[in-house]
């Protein structure tokens, strides 16, 4: 009999973290699981670490990498081929699970097989585990679900809102319909994964926050920032949103604007030419930027209005 859900752990060189993610996952109150970790050929001890579960009767499948990808999505890629669950849950490496993630995601996703995608709400900790915040995708307070087209709409034209691939259990069947362009890229893939899964199907999102989401000074994010790989990506997805019919109208400038705004205020890029280059690829989207940014605000304005008013209720 096939477990209902197989749980991918994407390691590389988070030895630190390893065996707390491992013990927070096999500890689970749900039981019915696999488990394949995968070791992206780390330079830190993690092998040592991982080969304490060689013989744990939740563990599947151990795969450690001659050489190293370059990107956690193919690594991804590679666990979904291997992974026998109705339902797959990407638990990164360096983060921790409350012991019902998979017991209260399961019960907001079975029974209704037009769900592909169940995410809950998250605390931020940092190296040490300290908790320094909490986040979600919509600051709901109770289940919500949303239709893929309103899940985009709502919550991933500015961004990926869906922060932490641990905070989600998706269904298998439908990674099978999506393009696997996301693995192509190293800053975004993630946003445009979300995306072509929501667009397959529906999503739920549970208010409880059952994930610990570790932000570390290693962060990548902020190295493809510099680069301007975070931008180029970025509009990559812009287009497949247009494509998908999410950006149109109102919505494009919106997007437009919130990207020529967050390039204008960055001091993050390693050169002015760089950032210039970034200007340059979203100019070319309008012929009104200053308009699109004045859009952006009040876009962001009347969304926060609501909130508060769906909060009073």
């Known amino acids: 009999m096939n477990p209902s859900v197989s749980v991918i752990i994407p390691n590389y060189n988070h030895a630190p973290f390893l065996k707390e993610r491992i013990d927070s996952v096999i500890n689970q109150h749900y039981d019915n699981f696999e488990v394949i970790i995968l070791d992206d050929c780390s330079k830190d001890n993690s092998r040592e670490v991982i080969e304490q579960y060689r013989n744990h009767p939740k563990v599947k499948h151990i795969v450690y990498n001659e050489a ?35 017991a209260k995601l399961t019960a907001a996703i079975n029974g209704d097989k037009s ?25 709901t307070k109770k289940t919500k679900y949303y239709s893929g087209k309103d899940f985009i709409k709502s919550n991933m034209l500015l961004g990926n809102h869906l922060m932490n691939a641990s905070s989600a259990i998706i269904r298998k069947s439908a990674i099978q319909d999506i393009p696997s362009n996301y693995t ?6 993630d946003y445009l994964f979300w995306i072509e899964l929501a667009n397959c199907g529906n999503v739920v999102e549970v208010p409880l926050p059952l994930d610990y989401f570790r932000r570390s000074s290693s962060c990548v994010t902020f190295r493809l920032h510099a680069s301007g790989v975070a931008f180029e990506e970025a509009h990559i997805v812009y287009n497949r949103l247009r494509e998908l019919g999410c950006a149109t109208g109102y919505y494009r400038h919106v997007i437009v604007g919130f990207r020529l705004w967050e390039i204008s205020k960055s001091t993050r890029f390693s050169s002015a030419d760089i950032k210039r280059h970034c200007l340059a690829i979203w100019k070319k989207e309008t ?25 009073l209720w």
């Not at 200053?290 to 969304?303: E, K, Q, S, T, V």
């Open 68 to 102: 190293n990808s370059g990107s956690t999505f193919i690594q991804w890629h590679k666990g979904f081929r291997l992974a026998e669950g109705e339902y797959i849950w990407i638990a990164e490496s360096d983060d921790v699970a409350d012991l019902d993630f998979l």
């Open 115 to 139: 769900i592909t995608i169940a995410a809950s709400a998250l605390y931020y900790i940092d190296e040490q585990g300290k908790v320094t915040g909490k986040g979600s995708i919509s600051k």
């Open 184 to 189: 192509k890229l190293r800053a975004s893939g």
């Open 287 to 311: 012929r009104t930027p200053r308009l699109d940014i004045a859009l952006c605000y009040f876009h962001g304005a009347m969304r926060k209005t609501g909130r508060i008013i769906r909060n």
